[in-house]
């Protein structure tokens, strides 16, 4: 894996994940939902056994409580997954970081 940056805004947590022909983003599940927008190359999601394959440009829905997978297809891959943050109980959060603002460096 190449590129792996990620940030937050109010209750939007972003991941993004670029990948080259063959690596893989290994299994693994969440508690919750989520949605990955594959915005360049083509990718297989496996899927607790099954799997399907996704062009740019997509997005994939991810249900909870199963294990997946992305393998790239292609090299140069870049997708990004979405979900909103929640706390130990699963009750969605608001959170803010300056990270990603470019006002917070405008001295604004």
């Not at 997946?68 to 870049?78: I, R």
């Amino acid at each position: 894996m190449r590129t792996d940056d990620m940030g937050f805004f109010g209750n939007i947590w972003v991941r993004q994940r670029v990948l080259d022909n063959g690596q893989s983003y290994e299994g693994h599940k969440h508690h919750f939902d989520h949605v990955t927008l594959l915005a360049r190359g083509t990718v297989n999601v496996e899927v607790e056994g099954r799997s399907k394959q996704f062009s740019a440009p997509t997005f994939i829905i991810i249900r909870k409580e199963h294990e997946h997978k992305v393998t790239a297809l292609c090299d140069n891959v870049l997708y990004f997954c979405v979900f909103a943050l929640r706390d130990l109980d699963g009750e969605v959060l608001d959170m803010y970081s300056p990270d990603h603002d470019p006002l917070s460096y405008a001295g604004i």
